[in-house]
């Protein structure tokens, strides 16, 4: 198996996004924008909370942590409140936040959670496609665009959506898969800056996978920059963060599996 991947911030931008892999997992984080004037009541910045939880994550997961992802991530965030919680008020709800995109390969599968919009689409050696989302924060009342205080009253609340900030509960109100190791092809973690090639800009899983697998997630980010570039989204941030990882697995030729 081999695993690449490319981050990239928004042109003229501090990049809020976070990728690390091992041999055999593999993290993508988003960071929350913080609004502008919102009192998070802490002291660090969106860029401070996303590398924290990253290296949290990161040293569990190298050290071939037992417990479930979801596990994994509530210990995390866990630590990381620890980390702030002499300095900064973590009953603030615009507390920083991030989302979570995990991978593990282990004892025969393939383990994947996610948690707001940072999706894991998997490739099977079959051709079929499953893509792991957490589309909750689209499902709120009203529909989108949403104001400021609606997102606040359901941020990290039942029936409203969850995100990796204070709460160790939203570690397991993500959304998890699992597949049979020997059947996976490719397996895509994506930030919402790249997934914009679905959202915004006509693309399809089966195109973006072929290119992750083919052109790299360089080449990809590439693609996306060219279309905010061409054809500028009337709707939503002209640019945004950008990070792809892709893992895969040689094509089985024969009976020689890859
Ligand atoms: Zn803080």
């Not at 282990?106 to 893509?131: F, N």
Request: proline letters at 6%.
């Amino acid at each position: 198996m081999q695993t690449t991947y490319a981050t990239q911030a928004a042109p003229g931008a501090v990049n809020e996004d976070y990728v690390a892999a091992g041999p055999d997992w593999a993290i993508v984080l988003d960071g929350a924008t913080a609004s502008a004037g919102v009192d998070s009541g802490c002291v660090h910045d969106v860029a401070w909370l996303v590398h924290q939880l990253a290296a949290a994550l990161s040293a569990h997961l190298a050290a071939d942590a037992t417990g479930s992802l979801a596990d994994v991530l509530a210990e995390s965030i866990k630590q990381v409140c620890a980390a702030h919680a002499g300095t900064c008020d973590l009953a603030n709800p615009d507390s920083p936040s991030s989302t979570v995109a995990m991978a593990r390969w282990r004892e025969g599968r393939l383990e994947c959670l996610a948690l707001a919009d940072s999706p894991i689409a998997v490739r099977c050696r079959d051709g079929s496609i499953s893509v792991l989302e957490d589309d909750r924060i689209l499902g709120l009342p009203g529909g989108p665009p949403y104001t400021f205080e609606l997102v606040r009253a359901h941020r990290n609340r039942p029936g409203g959506f969850w995100v990796a900030s204070t709460s160790q509960a939203a570690a397991y109100e993500a959304v998890t898969a699992t597949f049979p190791e020997s059947e996976v092809e490719t397996v895509a973690m994506l930030t919402d800056g790249v997934t914009r090639l679905i959202d915004y800009y006509g693309h399809h899983w089966p195109g973006l996978l072929d290119c992750l697998r083919t052109g790299g997630p360089e080449h990809t980010i590439g693609l996306v920059r060219e279309a905010e570039r061409t054809r500028p989204y009337a709707h939503g941030k002209p640019h945004d963060d950008a990070t792809a990882l892709v893992m895969t697995r040689a094509p089985v030729r024969g009976s020689a599996a890859g």
